[in-house]
């Protein structure tokens, strides 16, 4: 069984994490390190839990115990155990603190997003830096274009997302974050991105608009996406807009596309902002890193479907 630690236990994402750890086959939760809570149930923090496995909160961390980490704060602990991790052969790390972007020498991290960077993940890697929630589905949405070298040198970007994560995105950062990876894809990529926050409800589900110039016709560009994301377990495309409560729960992305001109694409990409970029993301990266099945533990489905008057709705005037 792969021994489990999570600095910063304590924080709502860990909670999320802990939602899916607990049903892995192939883990067990060693230690949930949280010193202000020592002692304390995870159910007097993370109210989900009422009722259901007991484990407490310490502030006792032994790494030699375990087999992966990960980071949900920015404590000077967490950035300690990165640097002790390096002379530590049998720990991996992986990083969601929310200041893990705030210094670029962090990405001597793989990026632990496994639609663009699956080989490295898989391929002794011992470390992985969780996407951002933004990140995440604007580099499912434009990555199969930029390794087509279709990009062009400025994307127009709208986040469509609940209230309580909208007000906490820095565009100018996670625009950094989305052209350092398309670049990769891409050199000539001119790295501008114009980003957009549309706050709106309070669900789980995030939509990623993305506009740009595009001649390619509709055809080739969905021929291009199956090519690139056939044989991958968690990322789809449809002819169709698919709802947040169709992905909301579930590590899913759902891609579609429309051509609104000639020379136009719009690329609307929708998945789970808890998940991806989240405790999905952290938990598919830590499956590559031990060569599990990167489904094991995330073969989750969806609370609610939408309704098929409202599915019919949307189709229409997607495409009028």
């Known amino acids: 069984m792969i021994k489990i630690g999570i600095i910063g236990a304590d924080k709502p994402d860990a909670g999320e994490l802990l939602r899916l750890l607990l049903n892995h086959p192939e883990v067990e ?3 949930l390190y949280a010193p ?8 007097s923090c993370h109210h989900g839990f009422i009722g259901e496995r007991i484990m407490n909160f310490t502030d006792r961390l032994d790494l030699s115990k375990l087999d992966v980490i990960f980071i949900m704060d920015d404590s000077e602990i967490g950035r300690s155990v ?3 991790a390096l002379d530590m052969e049998q720990l991996r790390v992986i990083d969601l603190s929310p200041g893990r972007f705030d210094d670029w020498s962090t990405m001597e991290m793989e990026y632990g997003l496994s639609e663009i960077n699956r080989k490295p993940l898989v391929r002794g890697a011992r470390m992985s830096i969780v996407p ?3 990140a995440s589905l604007a580099l499912i949405a434009l990555y199969p274009l930029a390794t087509n070298l279709l990009l062009p040198s400025e994307i127009s970007l709208t986040v469509v997302a609940p209230e309580n994560l909208a007000k906490g995105i820095d565009p100018k950062k996670v625009s950094d974050e989305i052209a350092r990876q398309l670049k990769q894809a891409q050199n000539s990529f001119g790295g501008k991105i114009n980003m957009k926050i549309v706050s709106e409800g309070r669900g789980r589900s995030m939509r990623v608009i993305a506009s740009m110039t595009c001649p390619v016709a509709i055809a080739e560009i969905d021929r291009i996406y199956d090519s690139i994301y056939d ?3 968690f990322a789809y495309t449809s002819l169709s807009k698919v709802g947040g409560e169709e992905v909301e729960g579930t590590q899913k992305c759902v891609v579609s ?3 609104p ?3 136009l694409i719009e690329i609307e990409a929708v998945g789970d902002c808890h998940l991806r970029g989240g405790a999905g993301d952290a938990l598919h990266a830590m499956n590559l890193l031990f060569a599990l099945h990167e489904k094991v533990g995330l073969n989750l489905k969806p609370s609610r479907f ?15």
């Not at 202000?36 to 159910?43: F, K, V, Y």
């Open 36 to 43: 202000t809570l020592s002692g304390r149930q995870i159910s």
């Open 82 to 84: 990165i640097e002790k």
């Open 132 to 134: 951002t929630p933004v």
């Open 257 to 259: 596309f429309c051509k």
């Open 306 to 320: 939408g309704d098929i008057g409202e599915a019919s709705s949307r189709q229409a005037s997607w495409f009028a």
């Open 261 to 263: 001109g000639a020379d």
């Open 231 to 233: 044989d991958h377990s």
């Open 29 to 31: 939760v060693e230690t």
